[in-house]
Each structure stands twice: as C-alpha cells, then as structure tokens.
C-alpha cells in the first residue's frame, strides 16, 4: 500500500453529514472527500492522497505544469464549491495543496485554531463573494496621415501634444470612474479587499481588482449597484466585468497562512 497524506480542502461550519454519491471527485488519484469533526459543529474536509503524486519531491516539478496546476485547481475548487452551496454551510476555503500527514495531525493543528475559524466563521455567514474587475479600454490605433499629404511642423507638435493630453484625461476620467465604482460597492459590502497583486509582466493592469463579501440577502442590491457602476465606467471609458459568487478566498487569507 502506498504512503499517502491528508489533503485539506476546507473546513466546513453546519455540516453535519456527507453524500459520497454527490461531492464531486476531487483531484486526480484521491480518495473520495469524507469529514473529520473538530467540534459538534466543524469539521474539516479532507481526502486521502497518495505522495508518489503529492509528495513534496513530486511536487515541485508538477508545480511547473500549469496544465496539471489547473487540473487539480479546478477539482479543488469543485468539492469546495459544493459545500457553499449547502443550506446552512458556511465554508472557509483552504489553499490548494494543504497537506497533513494524518487525520490525526489534521484534526490536532485545526482544533488549536478553533477560536479563530470560529472568528472567520462569524464574518463569512450567510455571505459570499464577488469579484469586480476595471479595465481601460484598448486605445485605437491612430490614422496615419497619408504619404505626400504635407503638415508644417507647428501643426504636428500640435497635434501630438493634444493627443497626449487628451490620452491624459481619458486615463484621469477612467481612473475616477474605477474609483468610485470602488466606493460605492464597498458600501453594500461586509468587507471589501483590493487585489494589487498584478504580474509585473501585465501589459495594461487593471484599474481596479477588487473582491467584495456580500450578504447573500443584498446580492439583488449588489448586482444592480454593478450594472449602475458599470455603466458609469463606461461613459469614462472603462471596462468593468464581474464574477461570483465564489468562495470567500479572498476573505481568510491572514488565517489560512496562520495555520
């Protein structure tokens, strides 16, 4: 029999049973999810894997294939996913690839952080998240002036420097827009997180990245303050997309990397 550890996909307030037939798989070469209590009302969720897989000198090289990465992402995600859509659950996602080497090592290191899932618990419930994205629009390429058509050059460095103002306000205008969407959908939100960690090689990085934890029972109130935000992005123009709900990642992160 091969050496395995316990992989953790999150831990789970309000669930009190589990139906193999339904959770989905989850990644590649694991055991099927089960839960292991860590007080009559937590549990984690969890999965036996093998270490010719997960091990760490396995590891470090797949980590270099992002087509295997995304593969077990998304089966990451997918049992996570499951539970938030439970009735009564509350779900605090943990990071792909947290690994014990036992149950029993599991359950020890969770329980010591009780008080503090608990805390996390208390902000997550009855709450999901969104994600808001502002994008400037792609400038349009410039017409070029045809051959033999003859300007002074008084007229040309006019005319580049009104291009460059104009380019100027246009970032300015987007900018605010970005901004305020910011604001006014802080407003609906419990908690709110500015998302700054863009590639360096971004060509054009967003306006504004930005994660929102919203009342499930405000999401009607959310969605419509989106459309009124994205419209005004527009008329600055911007481009603002959004996404959700999805797990609150983005709403643990100072406790997961306590644990």
Same mark, same amino acid.
């Given at each position: 029999?091969?050496?395995? @550890?316990?992989?953790?996909?999150?831990?789970?307030?309000?669930?009190?049973?589990?139906? &193999?037939?339904?959770?989905?798989?989850? %990644? &590649?070469?694991?055991?099927? @999810?089960?839960?292991?209590?860590?007080?009559?009302?937590?549990?984690?969720?969890?999965?036996?894997?093998?270490?010719?897989?997960?091990?760490?000198?396995?590891?470090?090289?797949?980590?270099?294939?992002?087509?295997?990465?995304?593969?077990?992402?998304?089966?990451?995600?997918?049992?996570?996913?499951? /539970?938030?859509?439970?009735?009564?659950?509350?779900?605090?996602?943990?990071? %792909?690839?947290?690994?014990?080497?036992?149950?029993?090592?599991?359950?020890?290191?969770?329980?010591?952080?009780?008080?503090?899932?608990?805390?996390? /618990?208390?902000?997550?419930?009855?709450?999901?998240?969104?994600?808001?994205?502002?994008?400037?629009?792609?400038?349009?390429?410039?017409?070029?002036?045809?051959?033999?058509?003859?300007?002074?050059?008084?007229?040309?460095?006019?005319?580049?420097?009104?291009?460059?103002?104009?380019?100027?306000?246009?970032?300015? %205008?987007?900018?605010?827009?970005?901004?305020?969407?910011?604001?006014?959908?802080?407003?609906?939100?419990?908690?709110?997180?500015?998302?700054?960690?863009?590639?360096?090689? @971004?060509?054009?990085?967003?306006?504004?990245?930005?994660? /929102?934890?919203? &009342?499930?029972?405000?999401?009607?109130?959310?969605?419509?303050?989106?459309?009124?935000?994205?419209?005004?992005?527009?008329?600055?123009? @911007?481009?603002?997309?959004?996404?959700?709900?999805? &797990?609150?990642?983005?709403?643990?992160?100072?406790?997961?990397?306590?644990?």
């Amino acid at each position: 029999m091969s050496a395995t @550890a316990i992989y953790v996909y999150c831990v789970v307030r309000g669930a009190k049973s589990l139906a &193999p037939a339904r959770v989905p798989h989850g %990644l &590649p070469g694991s055991s099927a @999810a089960s839960l292991v209590p860590l007080s009559p009302s937590v549990s984690l969720v969890v999965a036996e894997v093998p270490l010719e897989l997960y091990g760490a000198e396995k590891l470090e090289p797949a980590l270099r294939d992002l087509d295997w990465v995304g593969t077990v992402a998304v089966a990451h995600e997918a049992v996570v996913e499951y /539970f938030v859509r439970q009735s009564g659950v509350t779900v605090i996602p943990m990071k %792909l690839f947290t690994m014990f080497s036992s149950r029993a090592r599991a359950a020890a290191e969770m329980k010591r952080r009780l008080r503090e899932l608990e805390q996390v /618990f208390a902000r997550l419930r009855g709450c999901e998240e969104w994600g808001v994205r502002v994008a400037g629009r792609r400038e349009a390429p410039r017409t070029k002036r045809p051959p033999g058509v003859a300007a002074s050059g008084t007229a040309f460095l006019t005319a580049r420097k009104r291009a460059r103002d104009q380019a100027r306000e246009d970032i300015r %205008l987007a900018a605010e827009a970005a901004e305020a969407a910011y604001d006014v959908l802080a407003a609906h939100a419990r908690d709110s997180r500015r998302r700054d960690d863009v590639p360096d090689a @971004a060509s054009a990085p967003p306006l504004l990245d930005a994660a /929102f934890l919203i &009342p499930a029972s405000s999401r009607a109130r959310f969605r419509a303050a989106t459309r009124r935000a994205a419209a005004a992005c527009a008329q600055a123009g @911007a481009a603002m997309t959004v996404s959700g709900p999805w &797990p609150a990642y983005n709403f643990v992160d100072a406790q997961r990397e306590a644990l």
